[in-house]
């Protein structure tokens, strides 16, 4: 039915009724333009605090020249090296605007009106969007110690289920899912269920039995691995994400595909950033670091908070976080609230520079009262 504010809602596709956009975390400007304040921290959308490394900014300022010209849009050159990086045909490969952009493609492809989903409570917010957005039905398993339960997740699987997305490791909580269990869980899916497990954070974890499940394809054709470099590689502004499957799928995937969706330095910059382990291994030094430092001031502050092996951990507050978080927004200090998460006393902080993240210690204190 349409409403008094938006007529057109009667309009659109099924699904859309009651289907809010994601909501990422502030930019600094935008906060600062608000308040009017300055020298902002942001730890709230899990970026890297060291950006790009050196290869991927040189790629990205000699892409300049060429903006004239559209970028390839079979992406030949990165699919080629990732393709080479995990030992499969270029044809499992699909580049996407983000590896959002791949989840998307995965609903547009295999859900529909009638067909379901299944993911966990606590899970990322573009499953459940991206599974309204195409009318079709969304079953959320409840979280077991705020991760996925797959004794719960596997219940909800039925004739029905199309898709079941699995975060590992889980963005907001942290929490990751050894080899052994996803490896039963996913051999107990029937044909007919497309399995994605989201690896977004998958450089950080230094877990030994944490699988690399884009080496389990030959055993499971109906599964589909999404990576970024967004997040270990520092390219989050140019948008750059890919999935790996069975070639069958990426063909089907591929039809759906904006053309040109990747742009010409994105491409660059990743085919740079694969080169570049150096900055990884910077990059997952620092965090390994930033994490220990944020335990241990949320122990100094006497707050419980989610083991994450991420780059980014959730805290519990114990209290409505909405509050909290304002003054913490006034202090300069951007974290994200999560209370779309089913979590509304906690925060999820992103790690960030050791001096950021001393700074939103000592703000988060100074607004505790402790």
Not at 88 to 110: E, H, K, Q, Y
Not at 140 to 159: E, K, Q, S, T, W
Not at 201 to 213: F, G, K, L, N, R
Not at 296 to 320: C, E, K, M, Q
Request: aromatic content about 6%; hydrophobic content about 45%.
């Amino acid at each position: 039915m349409p409403t008094p504010d938006n007529p057109f809602l009667a309009l659109t596709a099924p699904g859309l009724s009651g289907l809010h956009p994601y909501v990422p975390g502030k930019p600094i400007s935008e906060l600062e333009r608000e308040l009017g304040i300055r020298d902002s921290i942001k730890l709230a959308s899990n970026e890297n605090p060291l950006g790009p490394g050196p290869k991927a900014r040189a790629a990205v300022a000699a892409a300049m020249p060429d903006l004239g010209r559209y970028p390839d849009g079979g992406g030949f050159k990165l699919r080629r090296a990732l393709a080479e990086r995990h030992s499969l045909d270029p044809a499992a490969i699909t580049l996407g605007n983000g590896s959002n952009d791949v989840l998307d493609l995965v609903a547009r492809t295999f859900l529909r009106p009638g067909a379901e989903s299944v993911f966990s409570e606590h899970a990322f917010a573009v499953y459940p969007i991206a599974t309204q957005a195409v009318g079709a039905t969304a079953r959320i398993a409840p979280a077991r110690d705020y991760g996925h339960d797959l004794d719960a997740m596997g219940a909800l699987v039925n004739r029905h289920a199309r898709v079941v997305w699995i975060a590992n490791p889980n963005n907001p909580t942290g929490t990751w899912l050894p080899a052994a269990p996803l490896r039963a869980f996913l051999a107990s899916l029937p044909a007919t269920c497309i399995a994605v497990v989201d690896e977004a954070y998958s450089e950080y974890v230094q877990a030994p039995d944490y699988p690399d499940t884009s080496t389990w394809l030959d055993a499971f054709p109906n599964l589909i691995v999404t990576r970024t470099f967004s997040k270990v590689h520092g390219l989050a502004a140019l948008r750059i994400g890919y999935g790996i499957s069975d070639p069958r799928i990426a063909e089907l995937l591929n039809r759906v595909r904006q053309p040109f969706n990747v742009n010409t330095p994105a491409q660059l910059a990743a085919l740079a950033a694969l080169g570049d382990a150096d900055h990884v291994r910077d990059s997952v030094t620092l965090n390994d670091a930033g994490l220990a430092q944020l335990a241990a001031g949320f122990d100094h502050l006497g707050l419980s908070y989610i083991p994450s092996v991420g780059n980014f951990i959730t805290v519990d507050l114990g209290r409505p976080a909405g509050p909290v978080d304002r003054d913490l927004l006034r202090a300069g200090c951007i974290a994200r609230r999560l209370a779309n998460y089913g979590l509304p006393s906690h925060l999820r902080v992103s790690v960030g520079l050791a001096a950021e993240n001393a700074r939103f210690l000592a703000a988060l204190a100074s607004v505790l009262g402790k």
